[in-house]
């Protein structure tokens, strides 16, 4: 089945960018999202993209997307605490199967 | 903005016992879903539904049940619930298939 692989922790000092990565085994991908969780929440959506896109930006995010090696990376420019949280990437495919495919989610740790 | 609320935000419940988590969303949605969210395991979704008493099983849905009665409600059931199923259950919905998801704040349930 599909699989989506993240690493489990990044941690960065504020002010600087954070990058954090996504590959994915679904060649059928349509969409591509990236989803924040804040401790005890839910995931709150960040941004998606579209798979005939490589790259989309948002404010301080930025997605970009190597459809060629199943690639996403998320940009956050200029990292402050409260980006502290684990982010998932997730894709959802053209199978017909409406529900996304879960990366295990990256903690970002942010130092003052 | 979308709202999705699910009932409670933590539940204590005993082995044996007949468990419901409700959910509900604001935003006529046609597609409602069911996840369960264990440490590094990510996101597995157990049940979804794509209109009013429709359903189809996710990855993990055994132990589980799904009622849809209306449109805005989506309801899991564990029939006999057991030590295993603690975990966080996170509901979502989506206007239509590949629109982003949109998430509650997750219900973290213990079985004793």
């Known amino acids: 089945g599909e699989d989506v692989e993240q690493s489990l922790f990044l941690s960065v000092r504020e002010g600087d960018s954070s990058v954090i990565n996504c590959t994915y085994t679904?060649?059928?991908?349509?969409?591509l999202y990236w989803y924040k969780q804040e401790p005890g929440a839910g995931l709150q959506l960040l941004t998606y993209?579209?798979?005939?896109?490589d790259m989309k930006q948002d404010q301080r995010l930025t997605v970009l997307l190597n459809k060629k090696d199943k690639h996403l990376s998320l940009r956050i420019a200029d990292t402050q605490t409260g980006d502290s949280a684990i982010y998932f990437c997730?894709?959802?495919?053209?199978?017909?199967?409406?529900?996304?495919?879960f990366g295990s989610g990256t903690r970002l740790q942010v130092q003052p | 903005d979308v709202k999705v609320t699910q009932s409670s935000r933590y539940l204590v419940k005993r082995t044996g016992e007949k468990v419901f988590l409700e959910c509900v969303q604001d935003?006529?949605?046609?597609?409602m879903f069911w996840y369960r969210q264990d440490p590094g395991l990510g996101l597995r979704l157990i049940y979804f539904?794509?209109?009013?008493?429709?359903?189809e099983k996710g990855d993990i849905p055994e132990g589980y049940s799904v009622s849809r009665e209306k449109k805005e409600r989506f309801s899991l059931i564990l029939e006999s619930a057991s030590t295993n199923q603690t975990s966080m259950y996170l509901c979502?919905?989506?206007?239509?298939?590949?629109?982003?998801?949109?998430f509650g704040d997750g219900t973290r349930l213990s079985i004793l």
């Open positions: 993209i579209f798979s005939n896109m």
């Open positions: 679904d060649s059928s991908s349509t969409y």
């Open positions: 935003m006529d949605h046609e597609n």
């Open positions: 979502a919905s989506s206007f239509r298939e590949n629109q982003p998801q949109h």
């Open positions: 539904s794509y209109d009013v008493k429709m359903k």
């Open positions: 997730a894709e959802m495919g053209d199978t017909g199967r409406r529900a996304l495919t």
